[in-house]
Each structure stands twice: as structure tokens, then as C-alpha cells.
């Protein structure tokens, strides 16, 4: 079956009483009848959302279609109304999948707002050229001043072993999604999720400093962070 596709009702994802009556090889007047035959029985789980729906432009004598827009558990109780075939099986599988989607949506979309500014912050100097001279002694690149560029190795650095080290991956990807043209991922943090990007700068820069190459650099960061993503302040010990 096909991907079913929910509608967000005051933050809460609902199934289309038309779509489920359509998935399931019925008239919808029937799967409607039904809601409103045991509509007491469906508000224990919740006010079922009653909509109307225009006729299709250009139809003779269409009337307007009254459907239900039903949330996880009405969802599920409207099909407990029918015989268990294998197409309310398999519609039952799809519900599942589409409602635990919604979730992880909703989840993801909370820690982008928890972590992630309505827009971009005016640019601050964040990381300070400590951090690129002592990746400068590590890797034995030169580097002359931020302002005249850093080799392409820093930016790999910050952007595997501070930023997706400090942040959730997911949280990474989508503040580097929202940069325009000249912003930094940071001008998008909030101050909580900057903190955390500020403090593994400190880490990785502490590390860079003790390390004689590139090579032991990698090899101590990939003992000390498990997997990129994965916050876990650990200092090696010193070479």
C-alpha cells in the first residue's frame, strides 16, 4: 500500500475517514455511518473532528461530503469494525507506520526549536584562532590569521569532531539547510546549543594541541567519540 497521509489538527496528526474508506475498498458512507453510530464509543478517545467538503468543481448535482478527521486510537477502533481481512491488515500496518512518523516528526521538529534560533543571529567571532593554530601545529598546515582563509582540513575538523560531535546529527543538517549565503551554522544555535558547540571547541582544541600528526589527531578523537553526534567530553591522555 501506498504511504497514507495525515492531517495535523491543532498539533495532532489525524487519518481521513475517506482516505481509510477508500484503503479499505468501501463507499465512505459507510465508514461514516459507523463513526456516527458509535460516536459515543469514538469520543472516549478524543472529540472526532467533523468537516464538510465542497463538491468537485464542474460536478452535476454533487452534494457536499460531510468525513471525519480521526486520530491514532479512532483510527484504529473504526477498523476494529470491520472483519480482519488482509487489506485492513495490511491498513492497519500502513497506520502504524504513518502515526509513528507524525511522532518522530513532531519529536524532531520540538528539538529544532529547542536548539535552532527563528533566524540566523548577527555574526560573532566564535572560534578564536587558538583553535586553528593548534590544528595548525597538529596537521603541519599553515595558518596565517583567519582572515586570510584556513586550509580545507579545519573546516573538515569543525565540521566532524566540534559541530557534529556537539550536535545531533539531524540538528546539524538542518541549521547548515537554513544557512544563507555568508552565514555560519553557530549565527543559528541558541545559547544553550552554542555552549555545547563552544565547550567541545575547547575539547578539540585541547586534543589538536597533545597530538604529534593528523593521524594520532584522528585515532584519539575516533577512541574518544564513539560515534559523530555523540557528546562525550573525554580527554586522551597527553602523547
Known sequence: MNDITLTNIDSEPRAD???????????????IELVDRYLEKFERFGVVRFETAKPEKGSLGGR???YALLNEDQSYFLLSLSRNTETVVDLKADLVAAFRRARDEASLESMFNMVLLPDAASWEKRFMDGFYEA?????????DGHAKGTPALFARITRDWVYRVALDERVYQEAKDRCRPGEKIHQWLTPGALRAVELQLVNITALANACVDYQDFVARCMRAYEKTGQLRLIYPAAA
Open 64 to 66: 457536499p461530503e460531510r
Open 17 to 31: 475517514s475517506r482516505d481509510l474508506a477508500a484503503r479499505l475498498g468501501n463507499k465512505h458512507r459507510h465508514s
Open 135 to 143: 590544528l595548525g601545529r597538529m596537521s603541519g598546515l599553515p595558518f
